[in-house]
């Protein structure tokens, strides 16, 4: 499996009353980082809309380690492979870059969709091009 990694900051308006990344705000942090490694990868979700392809997620595991704060400077490791016939599972893990701290650790496991149908990942060529 092939990483990939984006690095972001968490801004002020992501903290709950703690002071402290809220857990709904790592939901989207982990989005961006899978739509971040698709569109390296050749995937461009409108395109495939258009073309009938949705990729949807099916269920997401979060394990929460440590808590982000303003301004603490991240990245986020993506990667994935394949499970079964349907599924693309995308393992991420969210690091604070000032200490190397492991933030959170993800399973992220998503199907294909065409023409209203579920379809193997790896009978669509840029799925198929990072599965291997």
């Known amino acids: 499996m092939q990483k990939f990694s984006i690095e972001l900051d968490v801004r002020d308006y992501e903290l709950d009353v703690q002071g402290i990344v809220n857990n709904s705000v ?3 942090y982990l989005e961006h980082a899978r739509h971040e490694f698709l569109h390296h990868h050749g995937i461009d979700f409108v395109d495939f809309a258009q073309n009938n392809i949705m990729l949807v997620v099916k269920t997401i595991e979060m394990n929460f380690k440590n808590s982000l704060v303003s301004r603490d400077k991240f990245k986020i490791e993506v990667s994935a492979e394949k499970e079964g016939n349907l ?5 991420q893990d969210i690091i604070r870059l000032a200490d190397n701290k492991a933030i959170l650790s993800a399973k992220v496991t998503g199907v294909a969709i065409k023409n209203g149908r579920p379809v193997a990942p790896d009978t669509i060529p840029q799925i198929e091009g990072f599965l291997s």
Not at 87 to 91: A, E, G, I, L
């Open 87 to 91: 599924k693309v599972v995308f393992h």
């Open 26 to 28: 790592y939901q989207n």
